[in-house]
Structures are given as C-alpha cells and as structure tokens.
C-alpha cells in the first residue's frame, strides 16, 4: 500500500513538472513575436537574437516576412517635410490598469486592461501592449538611443501601427519609470502581476512631431504594412530603469537596421 502511495506521489509530481513545462512553453510561443500581440499567436518557431537563430536566419522560420523588402527597422536619415500629415490623436486614459507584466525571453512587455487607442486618419487603433528594445532598433542619422519604446497598436482591420519611442538617460530619478521599474520580471518566462493603475501617457514626450514610413514587425514574423510613427524628440528614463531592463533582457535586443528599397520617410511639422 505504502508502495502504491509513493509510485502515485512520483507520477503526480512528474504530471505537475510536465504541466509547468508546458505552461512556460505555452507563454513563450504565446508572445513570441514582441512587436504582435498575445490571442493570434500560433505555429511559432525558436528565435534569439544572437547565433543559429539570429536576426540572419529569420527568414528561414516558415511562413514569415522577415526576408521582404519593407522590413523594419530602419536608418532614418533622409526625410520629406510634408503639412498634410496630421498629428496622432491619442485617447490614452489617466488611469489605465495594468495587469502583469511579462518577460518573455526576448523582451519585457507590459499587458493591460483595453480601452486606450490612437486615431490617425480617422482611423481607430487599439494600444494593445508596449515592450523595450535595449539599445534602439531605429537610428536617426546613424544615432543609436540607449532604449526604444514600441507602443503597439492594431485596428479592426488587424493592421498594425507602431508609435516609438526613443530614450535617453535620465540621472535624476524619474516617478514614471520608478513604477514601471518596481515590477519588472527577473527570469525568462517570468510573470509580474501588477493590478495597478497607471497613466500611460507619461511614457509620451511632451513635443509629439514624428517621422512616419512603411515597415515591418521587428521581430519574427516581421509582418510587413506596418505604420510607423517614430517621435523625434526622445524621453528620459532613469540610468536605474535602463540599467534593470540590460540585466534581464536579451543582450542587444535590437535588429539591425534594413534596407529602404526605394521607400520614403516622411515627416511631420
Ligand atoms: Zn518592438
């Protein structure tokens, strides 16, 4: 009898070890793609950002547009000054509740409540989640940011516009980043439940002029006819928040920058 207990207390615990495995798989194939969002996530293949799985060998994961020819990011360097762009509407609420935030092996993503949206053209895109690049993705003039803050949006449409942020050290503290900084997960696979309320729009400089182009999703699967919306004017986040993100994301989590293929940035006033 004693026996039997103790051969059902191994196979329980060896169904628990598998579950939670499978649980953690689950979460990585669930984000996998950074710049994407949680629901639509399936038939995901391995990526890093360094060695066999690098940024070179993207495009050969199936069913991906990461070897296309409006990739992002990109250099930003020549521009169009054109009046005619309007300036993005941002419905971001002062108190929005964020639920956990994750880090999912490629990046620290912070998951909240919906409700928050950006009109541009008349057009309405949900703020479904926002991540960090540590350094930047996109340079200006060659100028790399030490962190880059995708704001990811999506209409009903399922297309995608991106508002980026750039940042840059801030040696005085910074209430803003303090907060986001309490909850950051330690280890790949790692949840943080936050269940706190947060204004989002703090995170925004107070100059919102931009550049905007065509490009991709910066990581696999690196959709194309992606809206980007990169703000000129960068933020400050303290050295404490950066130097926290370095530890426990992916060294350089930033794909390099790709080719224009003849296509235009434009910028607004
Ligand atoms: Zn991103």
């Known amino acids: 009898m004693k026996k039997g207990i103790k051969i059902f207390a191994v196979i329980a615990a060896l169904v628990l070890a598998t579950a939670c495995n499978n649980k953690s798989k689950e979460t990585e194939q669930s984000v996998t793609s950074s710049d994407s969002t949680k629901t639509e996530e399936h038939h995901k293949k391995h990526w890093e950002y360094e060695g066999e799985a690098g940024p070179d060998h993207w495009s050969e994961i199936d ?120 909850y950051l997960p330690k280890k790949a696979n790692d949840t943080v439940k936050v269940n706190n309320d947060f204004n989002i729009n703090k995170v925004l400089p107070q100059n919102r002029s931009f550049y905007t182009y065509t490009g991709s999703l910066t990581t696999p699967p690196c959709t194309e006819s992606v809206q980007w919306f990169i703000f000129k004017t960068p933020i400050e986040v303290s050295i404490k ?27 607004s006033i």
């Not at 993100?245 to 434009?266: A, Y």
């Open 63 to 182: 069913q991906n547009d990461c070897g296309g020819k409006t990739q992002s990011p990109i250099d930003i360097v020549e521009t169009e000054k054109d009046k005619t762009i309007k300036p993005i509407d941002f419905h971001y609420n002062q108190k929005t509740k964020i639920h956990d935030v994750v880090n999912n092996g490629h990046t620290i993503q912070f998951d909240f409540e919906p409700g928050d949206y950006i009109v541009i053209n008349g057009d309405q895109y949900e703020l479904k989640q926002f991540h960090f690049h540590e350094s930047a993705e996109h340079t200006i003039k060659g100028v790399r940011y030490p962190l880059e803050i995708h704001m990811v949006h999506k209409n009903k449409d399922g297309k995608f516009a991106v508002v980026s942020i750039m940042a840059q050290e801030d040696k005085k503290s910074n209430e803003t980043f303090e907060f986001l900084d309490k």
């Open 241 to 267: 928040m950066i130097t926290d993100l370095k530890k426990i994301m992916p060294l350089n989590n930033f794909r390099n920058v790709q080719e224009l293929n003849g296509r235009k940035i434009k910028e």
